[in-house]
């Protein structure tokens, strides 16, 4: 799935609303999608890391309907 320029705004917002620690936010894609973040993107920017992460979860097909 493609996603647009606003989706990719509204899943960044609401997986940092989810997730404000990024250690809840690797655990989530460790648990989930058997991927460790560290590998996708690392830094202290969880802004960064979400959207590098969502780009991600876009390119490997992770992200669907």
């Known amino acids: 799935m493609k996603l647009t320029g606003q989706q990719y705004k509204q899943f960044t917002q609401a997986l ?8 809840r936010l690797a655990e989530l894609v460790q648990f989930q999608f058997g991927k460790n973040l560290n590998a996708i993107a690392m830094g202290n920017d969880l802004k ?4 590098r992460l969502i780009q991600a979860a876009e390119a490997e097909g992770w992200v669907d309907n």
């Open 16 to 23: 940092i609303e989810a997730f404000p620690e990024q250690q």
């Open 48 to 51: 960064a890391i979400v959207f």
